[in-house]
């Protein structure tokens, strides 16, 4: 095989890291803002969380759940309860402390002191305080539950080393916040949403991932059990994709959201939250991306094939721009994944081949060029995204007849979807490591496969309180963490490596994000 | 005609103000968050913010716009250069100092002075600066332009005296932001959003309004030209419900977007911005509602349709809700207004009675009564909100044949989103009020029709400068302001009432929010 020439400078292999960052500059999708943890995201980064949101919005509408919109504000007395209970409170978040700026006298500008709020106010983290005190005001009686709402929203944690799209000091998510009769109701809203994060992240995402329970030591503070979904990028690491909280009655407690039961009698509600984030996009990246740039999946590719038309700048122009046209329109006329086609003639100035690579990095799955010879002929020629290289080190382009590519067009998008799923879940499922019988063959395990360590799937005992705290601090030694607990595990034999006891279900344990 | 008994304790005549606040809360649209000048917008006020944006958001990607998505804080320096030129400049802006929070030793939290920011943040009031940055990292030549991007967000100006919708601290919103290679393309991206809004308010908002010129006082600062679709409410008033600016080179020279010509020229971009916002709700509610709640415009109702099942917790009920689940099926498989009918079957607990007046006060366009009669014999009692009384002061339920019904239902919706555009219409003409000669005339006119004043539609001379601002403080003694100058009005005879010279255009005089 010839040696290929990729489009990035480096490769996932030379520095997974550096890679990352050049696919998110390559495609466009985001850069720095200046803002100190702060990111623009760019038109093709933002079409692929536009995507994620409506294919996700509708999954959360179909559940009956409502959107709602919170202020972004929350009152700093909100969070004071909170640090009653922890010891040594201190929470990176953004203050608010004055409502106005003044000219300093020298050309600058500064915080009027006149101006000061009497109450600083907190840039929302997250928004179960604020949401919490609005469903005391909205639920009276039993005829109000479930009460289902999710917000759309911007949220900031100050983050001191921040990464784009994985961690951000200001990121966009959305949080579904429940309430609920009976703990019954509100275990089954958790799983709801954990459920549907697991799927969409398989059907919309092509990103195989594992929905579990996460250890006592890493469950949301107050949360009664907190479930997330993890998935495998391609240096090994986990990503804790989205979470799923069953709350209990504790938050309903100090928000005071209580009901009158059909027995006239006043209870508490159990609540959860659930949410996911720009975050996905990281994962989507880690997933797909190979070393010619990202690979979007066709389920949330703003655009799912670009035809660029190899144009002259003389007469046949013309011609081959109609030409284009009509295959636009014909394209788009079909349904690939239970919508239209998104179908892009690119029509910008530019050498046709200089604009192949900036959408092979932007990732669109199909690409067709298109000469004026083509034009003439009746053909198209195309370029899979995900196969990308022949043999010989060319560009694979396949030469088809118009009329066959625009009847197949549908199918080819819908395979690539399940193409992207399938190469994703066979490296995945290749490099969860069974059968490690020691704590000490654990430890060697990782030392040994430095690079692409993967995941160890272990039976454990589910150890809890300070016997769990000496699991975690053995394993963050090694800089190891565990993910989760699948669900619907099969029944495991054999001893704990970690407590010597008999295990009783399984975990995950890998290096993570 | 029998007194009617509506559904609002407070009609529009009785006390306009108090009157929107009280079909805010009865709707459950919104309501006071707790934290100053922050609202919570509820599901029927959010559903309708969906509606708007998704509609919104489909004119803008036609147009070839590109949504992005830009930080929510600005650093203080990008305020900087605008204090410069502006005398006592004050801004009321949220101002972010800390970036954590610890206790204070007495079990509360003070932002922790270890982590004051060494230059303070400002939460965007909007992102003219931050975007201009980006734009002059992004162009580089004329292949690059025009630069069309738009942003869906958040933004914050601190308001002393706010009104829900109308006026927040917080309030969402889109901005467009685009650069042109010369003056007439920006120009025309101007008008095109100006376009876009007035079509859309007509259509989809079913609001009449009147695209136009600002005069040069109201103008953005730093914009050459601002235009506004301006729109009547009940109590005659002017609501400016959305802005299109061209804004010259300036900002492109102080962001520093520039771009190398055909020629290899450098060359300034010509820039553009225009925004509507939540605004647009209040707006709404003060075109269409009447004394008995909100009637939303079927084209932004989150449901159209809701079908009420008269249930009686006896056996009955089985065949009433398979009865009315069929109704619902065969109704959201009709399109209205090009998409397909939004339909609930409201299973809620509770007497059917109650929940009408909830879905009346609401606004949604049909409502549909079923009771087991109905059901049994292939039955639908309709009410439609903007014909909601008979004669007799009862609901104006029509019983009609469940097939007929269904069959027309879609054009029955259609038919109310014209009857809603057309009410608003006649209302709107028959109170501009023309042919006033002085400005005597115009005091005498405002200060005998205080209750209800309409607008009033003059000549004049088109003043700049110290001659327009004398104009402007003699209306503002009146409380009045002038709106805009309608694109292409015909000509204009006659006099100006302020400066006594030839009159060259036609302006709107009103009171206004």
Redesign the interface.
């Known amino acids: 095989m010839q040696k290929i020439r990729h489009a990035l400078t480096v490769t996932r292999d030379a520095d997974f890291a550096q890679w990352y960052q050049e696919v998110i500059a390559e495609a466009e999708m985001a850069?720095e803002?200046?803002?100190r943890g702060?990111?623009?995201?760019?038109?093709w980064g933002?079409?692929i969380?536009?995507r994620i949101q409506a294919l996700m919005d509708a999954r959360i509408k179909a559940a009956g759940v409502?959107?709602?919109?919170?202020?972004?504000?929350?009152?700093?007395?909100y969070?004071?309860k909170e640090?009653?209970h922890v010891e040594?409170?201190?929470?990176?978040?953004?203050?608010?402390?004055?409502?106005?700026?003044?000219?300093d006298g020298k050309?600058?500008?500064v915080?009027?002191p006149e101006?000061k709020l009497e109450e600083?106010?907190?840039?929302r983290p997250t928004s179960e305080t604020?949401i919490g005190?609005?469903m005391a005001?909205w639920i009276q009686s039993w005829?109000d539950l479930p009460m289902l709402?999710n917000q759309w929203?911007?949220v900031?944690r100050?983050e001191m080393r921040t990464r784009m799209f994985l961690r951000t000091s200001?990121f966009?998510w959305q949080e579904g916040h429940t309430a609920h009769a009976d703990k019954a109701d509100a275990m089954a809203e958790t799983l709801r949403a954990l459920e549907m994060y697991r799927s969409f992240s398989e059907e919309a995402l092509a990103m195989p991932v594992i929905a579990g329970e996460k250890p006592e030591n890493e469950r949301f503070p107050g949360a009664v059990a907190t479930y997330s979904i993890e998935a495998m990028m391609q240096d090994g690491k986990a990503l804790q994709a989205g979470t799923s909280h069953y709350l209990g009655t504790g938050f309903a407690e100090a928000a005071g959201i209580r009901y009158q039961d059909r027995e006239g009698q006043q209870a508490l509600c159990h609540t959860t939250s659930w949410g996911v984030s720009t975050r996905l996009i990281g994962g989507v990246i880690m997933t797909h991306g190979d070393d010619d740039g990202l690979r979007v999946p066709p389920a949330i590719a703003p655009q799912q094939v670009v035809i660029l038309p190899m144009l002259r700048e003389d007469d046949g122009d013309a011609a081959l721009l109609a030409y284009c046209e009509e295959l636009r329109r014909a394209l788009a006329a079909s349904q690939a994944l239970g919508e239209p086609l998104r179908v892009l003639l690119d029509k910008?100035?530019?050498k046709a081949t200089g604009k192949r690579w900036g959408w092979v990095k932007k990732g669109v799955p199909l690409i067709l060029e298109i000469g004026g010879r083509d034009a003439a002929g009746g053909q198209v020629s195309v370029l899979r995204r995900d196969r990308l290289w022949r043999e010989d080190g060319k560009p694979n382009f396949v030469g088809q007849a118009r009329e066959g590519f625009v009847a197949s067009a549908a199918a080819e998008i819908e395979d690539i979807q399940r193409a992207l799923h399938a190469e994703a879940t066979t490296r995945r499922d290749a490099n969860i490591v069974r059968g490690i019988a020691s704590f000490e063959a654990l430890a060697e395990f990782f030392s040994e496969n430095a690079r692409y360590p993967g995941w160890v799937e272990l039976g454990w005992s589910r150890p809890s309180g300070a016997e769990l705290e000496a699991v975690v601090a053995r394993l963050k030694v090694l800089k190891l963490t565990i993910r989760n607990t699948p669900m619907g595990g099969s029944e495991v034999a054999g001893n704990c490596i970690f407590t010597g006891k008999p295990a009783i279900e399984r975990i995950y344990v890998a290096r993570s994000y």
Chains 1, 2 share one sequence.
Do not use: Q
């Open positions: 850069e803002s200046g803002v702060c990111m623009v995201i760019r038109p933002y079409g969380w536009e409502e959107n709602c919109y919170f202020p972004l504000f929350i009152p700093l007395s969070f004071a640090a009653e040594g409170f201190a929470k990176e978040m953004a203050v608010v402390t004055h409502h106005r700026l003044i000219g050309g600058g500008l915080p009027d101006a600083p106010l907190i840039v604020v005190a609005a005001r005829r709402t929203a911007n900031v100050w200001e966009l910008k100035p530019g």
